[in-house]
């Protein structure tokens, strides 16, 4: 009789074990779901779909000064002055020097490739007091941005972007408002044929750096003249604030289905 009851509380043990292992198991595997959710929700609130914008008749293309091939694909001329907005071709290597604009907001969507996004998180709405002229030099911080990736930057904050991939960086660019076209058209080589770029031109450089001040940026000529220490590292709440839904609102009317 004993060992009957032994048996049986020993096999009821054994069922309880099993439960509770069973138990611990499953809470595991939702734990797991919910932290695999939760790094999907992140992935996706990171990531953007760009609208479908259709692009000015004839659209103005451009050389800039490192071999950036830009075509222009709205101005404030077909945007009521509304915005700007640009394809940017980004070769090996590319990309400008640390620059402040003091007119316009900008966006930036990597289309295709992997960019290095590089922003200063100080405002300098005075052109006079920019850093190392006025101010210290900018405290920067950079962020790897693959391809689906939105970042916002608003007018007075240093920022730019380089392309250290051994691969071409497709990347749309808008402005708001509009008019930083002018300048582009003024200080950039033409470029007929995108397929059969010309050499670039030193001259061109050189323009954009003296000829931004008139178009209300504050273009450096060389990386550490404004920027001193660099973090690689944008903290999460930045790279989150891509006022992407600002974005659709401003490119809504030149939308296509």
């Known amino acids: 009789m004993w060992r009957k009851i032994k048996s049986r509380l020993s096999q009821k043990s054994v069922r309880r074990r099993k439960l509770k292992s ?3 198991v499953l809470f595991w595997i939702i734990l797991g779901l919910l932290l695999a959710l939760g790094i999907y929700s992140r992935t996706e609130a990171a990531t953007f ?3 479908n914008v259709s692009a000015e008749p004839n659209a103005t293309k451009l050389l800039f000064p490192v071999g ?3 075509t222009l694909l709205r101005t ?3 945007t009521n002055g509304k915005y700007t907005m640009a394809k940017f071709v980004i070769p090996p290597g590319g990309g400008p020097p640390p620059h402040i604009h003091h007119r316009e907001d900008e966006w930036f969507y990597v289309v295709e490739g992997n960019l290095q996004m590089q922003m200063g998180f100080n ?3 005075d052109p006079k007091v920019i850093p190392g002229n006025g101010a210290p030099k900018e405290n920067y911080h950079s962020i790897n941005a693959p391809a689906g990736t939105l970042m916002y930057t608003s007018r007075y904050h240093l920022h730019s972007f380089k392309n250290l991939s051994n691969k071409p960086v497709t990347m749309l660019t808008v402005w708001a408002p509009s ?3 002018n300048y582009f058209k003024a200080a950039a080589q033409p470029l007929p044929d995108p397929s ?3 050499p670039l031109n030193p001259k061109n450089k050189e323009l954009f750096v003296s000829l931004a001040p008139k178009y209300g940026i504050s273009q450096s000529s060389s990386f550490d003249q404004y920027v001193g220490k660099v973090d690689n590292n944008i903290p999460a709440p930045k790279m989150k604030d891509n006022r992407a839904d600002e974005l659709r609102k401003l490119l ?3 939308v296509r289905p």
């Open 22 to 24: 069973a138990k611990s």
């Open 49 to 51: 779909t760009f609208p």
């Open 252 to 254: 809504a009317p030149q």
């Open 179 to 181: 008019g930083i076209e």
């Open 123 to 125: 405002q300098y709405p």
């Open 196 to 198: 059969n770029p010309p």
């Open 76 to 78: 404030g001329a077909t």
């Open 68 to 70: 950036e091939r830009v």
